[in-house]
């Protein structure tokens, strides 16, 4: 009706994950119904389903998808076309939940999982599921560590502990999804931006190669759902990985971005145009 607010969008929600880690038992929980089949056995979930929920309020699209496998061991149509669902899924999400089986801790494949989320754009929360299985501090303390070990360019995705068998902690999931999109949909104003830069040229790194000396003359946000910023300097082949990875932890020190990627970009723009 006129001049009621507009209704909160609904938040896309992928729930992806190597094959048997519980993820309809978790889609389960989540959705309170039984629209995905649970079975002991791997790959069970050839599909991805759709189903609605409100949570306080709001909307939530959740998806649960088939477990993603590496392509040489897809040989089925059946698998390839859940893959291709899977892959879909993660194409429309705003937040992915990677489901991670706590008993075998995080593996390269959870990894490969992880950054094709990352690299499509999606907030990102690790949920750690039958941690309820884990009895010693050591086990706890090596997932732990394969989580850090296997996540070194993404410290910033959150991590949850549950049980989708015993809805350890599942609640909690709904403040993790909310977090890491409003975080994905954070717009910086362009004073905060310029403060950020002035505080990098004066207490950043150098740059320099032989007579050349990297200078960043202004920066702006180019976009959100991730957050996108672009960087006018006067040499863009300058800017190395290491340099890139170092403004980023410097502009998440300073603006957050918890759960999230961010894309920088840099652009030439020479000092006269600047």
Same mark, same amino acid.
Request: hydrophobic share 40%; proline share 3%.
């Given at each position: 009706?006129? $001049?009621?607010?507009?209704?909160?969008?609904? #938040?896309?929600?992928?729930? !992806?994950? /190597?094959?048997? &880690?519980?993820?309809?038992? +978790?889609?389960?929980?989540?959705?309170?119904?039984?629209?995905?089949?649970?079975?002991?056995?791997?790959?069970?979930?050839?599909?991805?389903?759709?189903?609605?929920?409100?949570?306080?309020?709001?909307?939530?699209?959740?998806?649960?998808?088939?477990?993603?496998?590496?392509?040489?061991?897809?040989?089925?149509?059946?698998?390839?076309?859940?893959?291709?669902?899977?892959?879909?899924?993660?194409?429309?999400?705003?937040?992915?939940?990677?489901?991670?089986?706590?008993?075998? $801790?995080?593996?390269?494949?959870?990894?490969? #999982?992880?950054?094709?989320? !990352?690299? /499509?754009?999606? &907030?990102?929360?690790?949920? +750690?599921?039958?941690?309820?299985?884990?009895?010693?501090?050591?086990?706890?303390?090596?997932?732990?560590?394969?989580?850090?070990?296997?996540?070194?360019?993404?410290?910033?995705?959150?991590?949850?502990?549950?049980?989708?068998?015993?809805?350890?902690?599942?609640?909690?999931?709904?403040?993790?999804?909310?977090?890491?999109?409003?975080?994905?949909?954070?717009?910086?104003?362009?004073?905060?931006?310029?403060?950020?830069?002035?505080?990098?040229?004066?207490?950043?790194?150098?740059?320099?190669?032989?007579?050349?000396?990297?200078?960043?003359?202004?920066?702006?946000?180019?976009?959100?759902?991730?957050?996108?910023?672009?960087?006018?300097?006067?040499?863009?082949?300058?800017?190395?990985?290491?340099?890139?990875?170092?403004?980023?932890?410097?502009?998440?020190?300073?603006?957050?971005?918890?759960?999230?990627?961010?894309?920088?970009?840099?652009?030439?723009?020479?000092?006269?145009?600047?």
């Amino acid at each position: 009706m006129p $001049g009621e607010p507009d209704a909160e969008p609904t #938040v896309n929600v992928a729930i !992806i994950g /190597r094959p048997n &880690a519980g993820k309809s038992s +978790l889609t389960n929980r989540l959705t309170a119904n039984e629209r995905s089949i649970v079975s002991d056995v791997a790959g069970t979930t050839r599909d991805a389903i759709d189903t609605l929920v409100e949570h306080e309020g709001q909307m939530y699209r959740i998806v649960d998808t088939a477990g993603l496998r590496r392509k040489s061991q897809i040989d089925e149509d059946v698998e390839y076309y859940g893959f291709v669902r899977a892959m879909r899924a993660i194409d429309r999400a705003d937040v992915a939940l990677l489901v991670v089986d706590a008993g075998i $801790g995080m593996t390269e494949q959870d990894q490969k #999982v992880a950054n094709l989320a !990352i690299d /499509r754009g999606c &907030a990102l929360v690790i949920l +750690l599921n039958k941690w309820d299985l884990l009895t010693e501090d050591h086990e706890r303390e090596k997932v732990m560590e394969t989580v850090s070990r296997r996540m070194t360019l993404a410290p910033w995705a959150k991590v949850l502990r549950i049980s989708a068998l015993t809805g350890r902690s599942v609640e909690k999931i709904w403040n993790y999804i909310d977090d890491a999109a409003a975080a994905r949909a954070t717009k910086v104003s362009t004073s905060a931006l310029n403060a950020f830069l002035t505080d990098l040229r004066e207490f950043g790194h150098t740059v320099v190669d032989g007579k050349r000396r990297l200078r960043m003359h202004y920066v702006t946000q180019t976009d959100v759902n991730p957050p996108t910023f672009t960087y006018f300097v006067n040499h863009p082949d300058l800017v190395s990985d290491s340099y890139r990875r170092y403004v980023e932890n410097r502009m998440r020190t300073k603006f957050g971005f918890e759960g999230t990627p961010i894309r920088l970009h840099f652009r030439a723009k020479s000092n006269k145009e600047a």
